[in-house]
């Protein structure tokens, strides 16, 4: 009989359940966004971030901040802008204060598409989350989430 490690077993298992809640809610969210906007996912998430971004000392983010918040590596990240700019949701331009970096803001059109999308986005969050939260597994997780304060989100 093998030995193992009751601790290392349940952390094992609670990643488990978290890469599936994860899963779950990513199709869901997946769907709903391509059937009303024709956005994924990634591209949501990127104009959510963008969006977020403000005039002013550490108000635009360089792209390698853009990837770490939409968890891409730093080459995704790249083609997934070019994909919205190409779009007309996204411009890029030169930073005044450092030539050598880009900065990438949200167009008017993407800012219209992103709050058309955003309820679309929210309602499919609720629902992947109410129907995990039947699943004993994953209720616990859904607990946690809908726990943390709003900041933390």
């Not at 809640?21 to 869901?28: K, S, T, W």
């Not at 996912?41 to 990837?67: F, I, K, T």
């Not at 996204?90 to 992103?114: K, N």
């Amino acid at each position: 009989m093998p030995v193992t490690d009751a601790p290392l077993t349940g952390l094992a298992q609670g990643w488990c359940a978290l890469s599936l809640l994860h899963g779950r809610i990513d199709a869901h969210l997946e769907r709903a966004l391509q059937a009303g906007h024709e956005l994924s996912v990634r591209e949501y998430s990127l104009l959510d971030v963008l969006s977020r971004q403000h005039d002013g000392p550490g108000g635009h983010l360089r792209m390698a901040q853009v990837a770490e918040s939409v968890v891409l590596s730093q080459s995704a990240t790249t083609r997934l802008v070019t994909r919205l700019e190409d779009r007309g949701l996204l411009v890029r331009y030169l930073c005044q204060d450092d030539r050598r970096g880009i900065y990438t803001d949200v167009s008017d059109a993407g800012l219209a598409l992103l709050a058309k999308a955003r309820p679309t986005n929210d309602r499919a969050l609720r629902e992947a989350l109410a129907e995990a939260a039947k699943n004993p597994e994953l209720a616990p997780l859904v607990s946690a989430l809908e726990s943390l304060p709003a900041q933390a989100r």
